[in-house]
């Protein structure tokens, strides 16, 4: 049984329809990266599955368990976490201060902390500070430790090295590595170069429908599908 399975789902904003007929499955463990142009319909897919869209017809499944209709915070208790692209982050608050609010508790285990810590050392460095006052790399580590805090089986991680340099990138990288080997990412990348070094399963979207699925390995091996698909030539 799939992780996630995403089946026939059509998801509209006000009158436009945005997702047309997608599908398809993320095994448990490892990375799975959700490629397409600008405008395909990625984000939509991720705030579908978290709830924020309600999709229909189609349906969502997590576990087995038809998370279609539910809020997005019950869909959070399951287990999933979503990193925004605009990072989701409350700039008036100290770095602490935003992980103990994603917290299901208010509390942070000590143990969880100083793994969070060896993954994005900036963060213990600057604890104290308020999150506006961090560079943009660094926000981006803040949004992805949100996501991290606490044990969550799924994370939905969009666009997170846009705009980043590319020593952040690097470290970004090995950090989602270190993560998905006690979670599964689903990951939302235009760096096609970042993505096909830490993807083990991809799909491809273009105009609301998946067009393509596998292994990121086949794809990466394979240019004119690149091409046709992404555009990378251009």
Do not use: C
């Not at 600008?38 to 368990?65: D, E, H, V």
């Not at 209709?69 to 008036?92: K, S």
């Not at 508790?105 to 961090?134: C, M, N, Y």
């Amino acid at each position: 049984m799939s992780l996630l399975s995403l089946n026939n789902v059509k998801t509209n904003i006000d009158q436009y329809a945005v997702l047309h007929d997608v599908s398809f499955e993320v095994a448990e463990g490892g990375v799975f990266v959700l490629l397409g142009r600008n405008g395909a319909g990625k984000t939509t897919t991720l705030r579908s599955i978290m709830g924020l869209w309600k999709p229909s017809p189609g349906s969502i499944a997590f576990r087995g368990q038809d998370i279609t209709g539910l809020h997005t915070a019950d869909i959070a208790r399951l287990g999933i976490a979503y990193v925004p692209e605009n990072m989701g982050i409350f700039g008036t608050l100290t770095v602490d201060e935003n992980l103990v609010l994603a917290t299901a508790k208010g509390k942070i285990d000590s143990t969880r902390l100083k793994w969070v810590h060896g993954l994005f050392p900036a963060l213990e460095k600057f604890r104290d500070k308020q999150a506006w006052s961090l560079s943009g790399g660094q926000k981006q580590m803040l949004s992805v430790a949100r996501a991290i805090i606490e044990p969550r089986e799924l994370i939905l991680i969009d666009e997170p090295t846009k705009g980043l340099a590319p020593s952040i990138v690097e470290a970004m990288g090995e950090a989602f590595r270190e993560i998905a080997e006690n979670s599964t990412i689903l990951l939302v990348e235009q760096n096609f170069n970042f993505a096909r070094k830490l993807g083990r399963d991809m799909a491809v979207i273009d105009d609301g429908k998946v067009v393509h699925a596998g292994t990121m390995a086949e794809f990466a091996a394979n240019q004119e599908l690149q091409d046709k698909l992404l555009g990378l030539s251009m």
